[in-house]
């Protein structure tokens, strides 16, 4: 039998955002977990990014915003004892074989699909959009990228309409913005959250 779930995020717990809609969709609200947060009692200084291809993005316990440096988090999942099944709570490239990373979920779950024509990448911040065009580039024949904050007031400045499939790649999106963003486009809309939970369900059932 599968003990309590870890949940790790990039930033502090506990993340109420994101792990009782993931385990709603799972299907077991009732699911024993623990959470790990990585910057908890790190000054900022010490995993603050160092340029704009080093950025990530989560929440902090009061609700406020954080970025942190890609190459800080991969040093500190590196040192991380974590046993049973832990789960990542970020959908930057990682690479470890300890954890459930939700970029391969996602990346096995656009490699079964047959390659579209458009396809747009939503993540929060805009200097994300370099690393996220380089990730999923092979999902459609052109694909775009444009920020929208899962944790902040904001607004779409680009039109949608016309694109296949919109994919929100961060875990802060919640089902409330696949909603939104439904309403934008005519195509298919998915985000990281889903996608996670969904292999997890498979997993657990």
């Known amino acids: 039998m599968i003990g309590p779930i870890t949940f790790i995020t990039i930033g502090e717990t506990p993340r109420d955002d994101v792990i009782p809609e993931l385990l709603n969709i ?8 623990n959470e790990i947060g990585l910057i908890e009692n790190v000054e900022e200084e010490i995993y603050k990014p160092r340029d704009e291809n080093d950025v990530l993005v989560s929440r902090k316990r009061d609700g406020s915003i ?13 040192q991380l004892e974590c046993e049973g099944l832990c789960v990542f709570l970020c959908t930057g490239e990682f690479d470890s074989d300890r954890f459930i990373l939700p970029y391969k979920v996602v990346d096995s779950f656009f490699s079964a699909m047959p390659k579209l ?4 990448v939503i993540v929060p911040e805009k200097e994300q ?25 904001s607004t779409l400045s680009v039109d949608l309409s016309q694109e296949q499939l919109v994919y929100l790649d961060c875990i802060g999106f919640a089902l409330k913005h696949e909603e939104f963003f439904k309403r ?22």
């Open 26 to 33: 799972v299907g077991n609200t009732n699911l024993a977990y």
């Open 66 to 78: 954080v970025r942190i440096s890609h190459r800080w988090i991969v040093q500190k999942l590196s």
């Open 117 to 120: 024509n458009r396809a747009t």
């Open 129 to 153: 959009c370099s690393n996220a065009l380089k990730r999923w580039a092979k999902i459609a024949k052109r694909v775009n990228c444009t920020s929208f904050s899962p944790y902040r007031e």
């Open 184 to 205: 934008k486009t005519n195509g298919f809309v998915v985000s990281a959250r889903r996608i996670l939970a969904n292999y997890l369900r498979n997993l657990l059932t």
